[in-house]
């Protein structure tokens, strides 16, 4: 008998064996891929503030919500509540914040692992867990306060609360507190990130797939019951409408930042569809893979419709065949479709298709298992771990090549500049100058308000986001009305991989608008920086008042 055992094992494919010996070392595979990611995700965790906005408003929106009882209102709420959280216990120190984040991420990791394993084959598993600790475009998020992390740790949590309930009722009627549950999950996940509203559709759909009509219209009736009582609740505690609204508002315009361009069509969305299309798959799928450069403009539709027709290809292979991999081409489906239809294009952000990634490097390499794995040829077997490991070595060479290993060394001493670009390292040495230099009743308007409030330690800012009108007298009202003293001119990149000369310059035009009328209005106050500098005006309105006095 021990002979014929010996003999089988002898005569076992190439795949067996390579996912007989990961599995028979799981507990060093552990510790190794958890020292990796520390390594990795210490050196590229980040003390600096975000220049990208959204991640402060996050902060602004957690504050406001604690000291005011400020609803937040755009994006998701649940995040900013989180966050409100951490802020009443530790006040507003942004590395304790961006801890938390680290934390969602770490967590996000392990459910997510929890959920797959001996879902997926051991090859998969390992590959998926090594090429997520190794990319420097996943860790980022571990430093950031986007709500990209804690949605990730949501999503996780309730996959693998999904995977669980359908291994426990395979085939079976699912308990109501179980659908009740998903239920939660799943207002949670909508509750931050709006998106994630079609995540719903998603779960009732596979549940019709599988014959479970009881969970599916279950589901239904929950999320559409906790939802409006969550509505009913915020409209009664907080007295405000509903968050999704201006969001909505800014999708359907064909210009999130210019209304005058007016709405969208039927066919417009469709032409968003087929450009994020090729901006979120051809450029930053094969950027977060390692298979383009990270610097990399360039947009394939061949690979977009070869990545289209390879989700098809698995859809087809785990119809009825595995219900974990098919309820994951059923979400992909669902969350990027909806993504690509309602993103507007410029936004162009490797952000907005991250917490997808781990999902799709998952259903796309167990994809080609299917049709690989059976081969009489060790080639073909060996196709899924080759690509897995391009993908690691690929992407552990463009994290090493992306991180400033010195840059957490140098914030930590006290270099808070350290990292920033001349634009910015100008501008926010400007909003320190004006908020230590200017008297405490002073109102500074600026491109970046939610960034400056942070780096000023809690001032407020008035943001200029848009010009509403080209008009002199309705700009310079605005800012009388507001209370507006003074204005920060920075000399921010419009391209902020490289000076290029052209800036953003919303600020700027606005302020054209009012000086070619009325000349005097702006009063130079100081300028720090040679080369891309950041200027401090102080705002004169005597000329206007006495003008229309005149007039």
């Known amino acids: 008998m021990g002979n014929k055992q010996?003999?089988?094992?002898s005569r076992a494919s190439w795949w067996d064996k390579a996912n007989q010996t990961l599995a028979e070392n799981h507990s060093m595979l552990v510790t190794a891929a958890f020292i990796i990611y520390l390594f990795f995700s210490f050196f590229t965790f980040s003390l600096r503030i975000s220049e990208g906005g959204d991640d402060s408003a996050y902060i602004i929106r957690a504050i406001s919500f604690l000291e005011e009882g400020k609803f937040p209102q755009f994006q998701g709420p649940l995040y900013p509540f989180i966050l409100s959280l951490f802020i009443a216990l530790f006040g507003t120190r942004i590395v304790v914040l961006k801890l938390s984040s680290w934390i969602f991420l770490s967590l996000s990791v392990f459910l997510l692992g929890k959920a797959i394993v001996n879902k997926v084959s051991a090859?998969?598993?390992?590959?998926?867990?090594?090429?997520?600790?190794?990319?420097?475009?996943?860790?980022?998020?571990?430093?950031?306060?986007?709500?990209?992390?804690?949605?990730?740790?949501?999503q996780s949590f309730f996959i693998l609360y999904l995977f669980r309930t359908i291994e426990k009722h395979d085939n079976l009627i699912i308990p109501v507190r179980c659908v009740l549950a998903i239920s939660v999950l799943l207002l949670t996940l909508y509750l931050t990130r709006t998106i994630a509203i079609v995540a719903v559709p998603a779960v009732v759909l596979f549940f019709f797939l599988r014959n479970q009509k009881k969970a599916a219209w279950?589901?239904?009736?929950?999320?559409?019951?906790?939802?409006?009582?969550?509505?009913?609740?915020?409209?009664?505690?907080?007295?405000?409408?509903?968050?999704?609204?201006?969001?909505?508002?800014?999708?359907?315009?064909?210009?999130?930042?210019?209304?005058?361009?007016?709405?969208?069509?039927?066919?417009?969305?469709?032409?968003?569809?087929?450009?994020?299309?090729?901006?979120?798959?051809?450029?930053?799928?094969?950027?977060l893979t390692g298979f383009k450069?990270?610097?990399s403009l360039s947009k394939q539709p061949l690979v977009t419709i070869l990545l289209y027709a390879w989700l098809i290809a698995g859809m087809i292979r785990f119809y009825?065949?595995?219900?974990?991999?098919?309820?994951?081409?059923?979400?992909?489906?669902?969350?990027?479709?909806?993504?690509?239809?309602?993103?507007?294009?410029?936004?162009?952000?490797?952000?907005?298709?991250?917490?997808?990634?781990?999902?799709?490097?998952?259903f796309l390499i167990e994809t080609v298992v299917a049709y690989t794995s059976k081969s009489k040829t060790a080639?073909?077997?060996?196709?899924?771990?080759?690509?897995?490991?391009?993908?690691?070595?690929?992407?552990?060479?463009?994290?090493?090549?992306?991180?400033?290993?010195?840059?957490?060394?140098?914030?930590?001493?006290g270099d808070q500049y350290y990292g920033y670009t001349?634009?910015?390292?100008?501008?926010?040495?400007?909003?320190?100058?004006?908020?230590?230099?200017?008297?405490?009743?002073?109102?500074?308007?600026?491109?970046?308000?939610?960034?400056?409030?942070?780096?000023?330690?809690?001032?407020?800012?008035?943001?200029?986001?848009?010009?509403?009108?080209?008009?002199?007298?309705?700009?310079?009202?605005?800012?009388?009305?507001?209370?507006?003293?003074?204005?920060?001119?920075?000399?921010?990149?419009?391209?902020?991989?490289?000076?290029?000369?052209?800036?953003?310059?919303?600020i700027h035009r606005y302020m054209k608008h009012i000086a070619d009328k009325y000349p005097g209005t702006f009063i130079l106050r100081k300028q720090i920086g040679e080369t891309e500098p950041a200027w401090l005006f102080e705002v004169n309105y005597n000329i206007w008042q006495q003008k229309n006095k005149e007039e």
């Open 6 to 9: 010996r003999e089988k094992k």
């Open 123 to 154: 090859i998969t598993f390992w590959g998926i867990i090594l090429a997520l600790v190794v990319n420097h475009h996943f860790l980022y998020f571990g430093s950031q306060t986007y709500s990209e992390a804690f949605f990730m740790a949501l």
């Open 218 to 287: 279950l589901t239904i009736l929950f999320f559409v019951v906790l939802s409006g009582a969550f509505i009913g609740l915020k409209a009664i505690v907080a007295d405000s409408p509903t968050g999704a609204d201006s969001q909505l508002q800014s999708l359907l315009m064909k210009h999130p930042y210019d209304a005058s361009q007016g709405r969208e069509t039927f066919g417009g969305f469709f032409e968003r569809f087929a450009q994020n299309s090729n901006i979120y798959l051809s450029k930053y799928f094969a950027i």
């Open 293 to 295: 450069n990270a610097m």
């Open 320 to 362: 009825r065949r595995n219900p974990y991999l098919l309820f994951i081409g059923i979400y992909l489906i669902f969350m990027l479709g909806t993504t690509f239809f309602a993103l507007h294009t410029i936004w162009d952000q490797v952000r907005l298709i991250i917490p997808f990634y781990p999902l799709m490097i998952i």
């Open 379 to 413: 080639g073909k077997q060996k196709i899924p771990a080759v690509l897995l490991a391009f993908t690691i070595l690929l992407s552990t060479a463009q994290t090493v090549k992306q991180t400033d290993f010195q840059a957490t060394f140098k914030n930590i001493s």
């Open 422 to 506: 001349p634009d910015w390292q100008n501008y926010l040495k400007m909003v320190e100058f004006a908020s230590h230099n200017l008297p405490p009743e002073s109102y500074i308007a600026c491109r970046k308000p939610n960034i400056a409030r942070l780096t000023a330690g809690g001032k407020e800012f008035y943001g200029i986001y848009r010009i509403d009108s080209e008009n002199a007298d309705t700009l310079i009202t605005q800012l009388y009305n507001r209370g507006v003293t003074h204005i920060i001119v920075a000399s921010l990149r419009k391209n902020p991989r490289m000076r290029t000369g052209q800036v953003i310059n919303t």
